[in-house]
């Protein structure tokens, strides 16, 4: 039933943000709502989830949503539709040429050409990393990598962010394999004229920030990784740790976050009714694009 709760209230993000800006109230136990769910990457195919919810002890996953298709729109111009078919919630568009600063609509229409659901989202340029630097610590019960990642934040807007690792293992048949590392932030710093303040931070769920504080400076982020975590499953492989650095709408920063406390800290639904972010117009879920930088080191 727990399972099946936090399933409901993070809607398949795990699978893959008009806006309102505040939480929408999910009803837990009523069905029908509209789902929507799509993280939109610059010219790559996009995914689009799209169902109607169940109540948290229902014995299937969801309900199609029947007679309906899927149009998606650049710049207030339809690009491409999809069907919707009835024994599945996934439909993909194929790659279209998706700019920073484009406005893209997801929406939902059944064949009387009723609009069901929809969002829009806008495209954000990805920061660059320019540095990143490691070293080797020891602690009493682990070793540890610590990283430090450098980028130079923007002063126009307030933006958001989230820092994820994984780690490249080539083997020597030529398989590769990623895997997805934990990463444990303590450290934030940025420059306010030639001086460096150093934030100790331990808020930084799933690695994600904001930048109230650090806005058009020169910012650095230190997290560590257990050296463990960093071992080869066959001896002479090659490994490759890959930093990478998004920066998200502030929809789907709103939606991580609430996201991670009710997955994280167990919030129960009081009368039924929980508050995750969404920004889907007559429904539930998240549209966003999504802007990510990335940065290698051979280890």
């Known amino acids: 039933?727990?399972?099946?709760?936090?399933?409901?209230?993070?809607?398949?993000?795990?699978?893959?943000?008009?806006?309102?800006?505040?939480?929408?109230?999910?009803?837990?136990?009523?069905?029908?709502?509209?789902?929507?769910?799509?993280?939109?990457?610059p010219d790559s195919v996009v995914n689009v989830y799209a169902y109607k919810s169940v109540s948290y002890d229902s014995k299937v996953d969801y309900v199609p949503i029947a007679n309906a298709y899927v149009a998606m729109s650049i710049n207030d111009v339809v690009v491409d539709t999809l069907s919707l078919l009835s024994n599945n919630y996934r439909i993909t568009f194929a790659q279209h040429n998706i700019a920073s600063g484009d406005k893209v609509?997801?929406?939902?229409?059944d064949?009387?050409?009723?609009?069901?659901?929809?969002?829009?989202?806008?495209?954000?340029?990805?920061?660059?990393?320019?540095?990143?630097?490691?070293?080797?610590?020891?602690?009493?019960?682990?070793?540890?990598?610590?990283?430090?990642i450098s980028f130079s934040e923007p002063a126009e807007t307030i933006d958001y962010y989230q820092i994820k690792a994984r780690l490249h293992e080539q083997l020597s048949d030529g398989?590769?394999?990623?895997?997805?590392?934990?990463?444990?932030?303590?450290?934030?710093?940025f420059y306010i004229a030639k001086s460096t303040l150093n934030i100790t931070n331990?808020?930084?769920?799933?690695?994600?920030?904001?930048?109230?504080?650090?806005?058009?400076?020169?910012?650095?982020?230190?997290?560590?990784?257990?050296?463990?975590?960093?071992?080869?499953?066959?001896?002479?492989?090659?490994?490759?740790?890959?930093?990478?650095?998004?920066?998200?709408?502030?929809?789907?920063?709103?939606?991580?976050?609430?996201?991670?406390?009710?997955?994280?800290?167990?919030?129960?639904?009081?009368?039924?009714?929980?508050?995750v972010y969404s920004n889907v117009e007559n429904g539930v879920g998240i549209v966003s694009g999504m802007a990510v930088s990335t940065y290698k080191l051979n280890l």
Do not use: W
């Open 202 to 275: 331990t808020s930084m769920p799933d690695g994600i920030f904001t930048d109230e504080l650090t806005n058009g400076r020169n910012t650095r982020i230190s997290f560590n990784i257990a050296q463990r975590n960093l071992v080869p499953t066959q001896n002479n492989s090659e490994l490759t740790l890959e930093i990478l650095l998004y920066r998200h709408t502030y929809d789907y920063y709103n939606f991580l976050l609430t996201s991670y406390m009710v997955r994280e800290y167990l919030i129960l639904p009081v009368f039924g009714v929980s508050s």
């Open 1 to 41: 039933m727990m399972q099946r709760l936090i399933y409901i209230l993070t809607f398949v993000a795990t699978l893959t943000l008009s806006s309102c800006e505040t939480d929408s109230d999910i009803e837990l136990n009523e069905v029908n709502n509209y789902v929507l769910t799509a993280l939109v990457y």
């Open 105 to 109: 609509r997801i929406s939902v229409v």
């Open 111 to 148: 064949n009387s050409q009723k609009q069901l659901c929809s969002a829009t989202t806008t495209m954000l340029a990805p920061l660059p990393i320019s540095d990143v630097s490691y070293s080797v610590q020891t602690s009493d019960t682990d070793t540890l990598q610590n990283i430090t």
């Open 175 to 189: 398989t590769e394999i990623i895997r997805p590392l934990e990463c444990d932030f303590y450290d934030y710093l």
